[in-house]
């Protein structure tokens, strides 16, 4: 089992940056591919963007491309979020989620086996 805690949302003027946090604990080991998703009020959850079980690949959403990064720290078991030129169109709950499996696409919600509480972000116009 693995325990993912994010951290760091809250509300911002469009234009600011956030950067959120996503802390594993349990099993741990070996590593998992890690997403980070959003759900919005009224609409389907997201993806966002993940990176991939080394770390040395990393895929985002069309609409967040180029101003969201995402990296990881393994050593302290933790996934960041670096949000940029933030949008109200960006203010939702966002998810960490962390997948076995290092076969198939990574915006695939089914995909993964775990999933955080979520965080809220809003972005004030």
């Known amino acids: 089992q693995v325990q993912l805690v994010e951290s760091g949302g809250g509300l911002v003027q469009a234009g600011g940056s956030l950067t959120l946090s996503c802390a594993a604990s349990?099993?741990?080991?070996?590593?998992?591919?890690m997403g980070w998703f959003r759900q919005a009020p009224g609409k389907e959850r997201e993806f966002v963007g993940a990176?991939?079980?080394?770390?040395?690949?990393?895929y985002y959403a069309d609409s967040v491309k180029g101003r969201f990064t995402i990296s990881r720290a393994d050593a302290k078991n933790t996934v960041y979020l670096q949000m940029n030129s933030l949008r109200p169109e960006d203010t939702a709950v966002y998810y960490c989620?962390?997948?076995?499996?290092?076969?198939?696409?990574?915006?695939?919600?089914?995909?993964?086996?775990?999933w955080g509480q979520g965080t809220q972000i809003t972005v004030s116009s």
């Open positions: 989620a962390a997948r076995r499996s290092r076969v198939g696409p990574l915006n695939e919600i089914a995909a993964y086996d775990y």
């Open positions: 349990g099993r741990t080991s070996p590593n998992y591919a």
């Open positions: 990176v991939n079980w080394s770390g040395l690949a990393t």
